[in-house]
């Protein structure tokens, strides 16, 4: 079983349009988390969240939006989508602020 | 700001030749260091995780060590299948945002 799982794993759009990524994690953890990691392969924080607190990397355009219904989920909406919007987008789950995050297998946006 | 920063770039190596992996940071308050491997067209997956100097943790043919600057993946007889990026990652004093990630060392290992 797959304990963190996104979807889609590929997404290909037109700029301008508004889209989300699913992403779930099964293992019970408090916190999950958005990265995008660019085409030089950085992997940059976009969001934490738990079910208290939504921790915002000021850096992050506010067409970005985390929407969590329940813990072990986590959606990503992107409105307005830009091309330097396209990426690759990892979701992942921890137990704590402190412990190794798991990641899924991440999203590949292509925005044109 | 904190730091982290990997070298090489790039390392290939041949079946056999063991080698070391660095990552370097600059943090306030280190928390942890963390090594992840990371496939093409995967997430990363953990391997190890380090909290304070002097510590070591081993997995197969991979060994973490940690000083107060630096970390060491030191691989030893490595075979095809270890090819992959690594990267680390610090887990700094802060909360939420303090976890920075290196840009990765890009591991080859040819037979």
């Known amino acids: 079983d797959t304990a963190v799982s996104q979807t889609p794993k590929y997404l290909v759009t037109q700029m301008g349009n508004d889209k989300s990524i699913k992403c779930e994690q099964n293992l019970g953890h408090d916190t999950m988390y958005w990265y995008k990691q660019d085409s030089k392969k950085f992997l940059k924080i976009m969001f934490s969240y738990n079910n208290k607190e939504l921790i915002i990397n000021e850096t992050v355009p506010n067409r970005f939006s985390p929407k969590s219904p329940d813990k072990a989920h986590l959606n990503l909406h992107i409105n307005s989508l830009e091309l330097g919007d396209s990426a690759v987008y990892f979701c992942?789950?921890?137990?704590?602020?402190?412990?190794?995050?798991?990641f899924g297998s991440g999203t590949r946006l292509t925005v044109v | 700001e904190d730091q982290v920063t990997q070298s090489p770039e790039a390392l290939r190596l041949q079946e056999g030749e063991s080698s070391s992996l660095n990552c370097s940071y600059t943090?306030?308050?280190?928390?942890?260091l963390f090594w992840y491997r990371q496939d093409p067209g995967k997430g990363p997956e953990f391997l190890f995780t380090l909290y304070s100097a002097g510590e070591e943790k081993e997995k197969e043919r991979l060994k973490a060590t940690l000083t107060k600057k630096e970390s060491f993946l030191h691989i030893t007889a490595p075979k095809p299948e270890d090819s992959a990026t690594y990267l680390c990652a610090v887990q700094a004093g802060g909360y939420g945002q303090n976890f920075v990630f290196g840009p990765g060392t890009r591991l080859s290992v040819l037979p």
């Open positions: 943090v306030s308050g280190l928390r942890g």
């Open positions: 992942a789950s921890s137990q704590d602020q402190d412990s190794q995050r798991g």
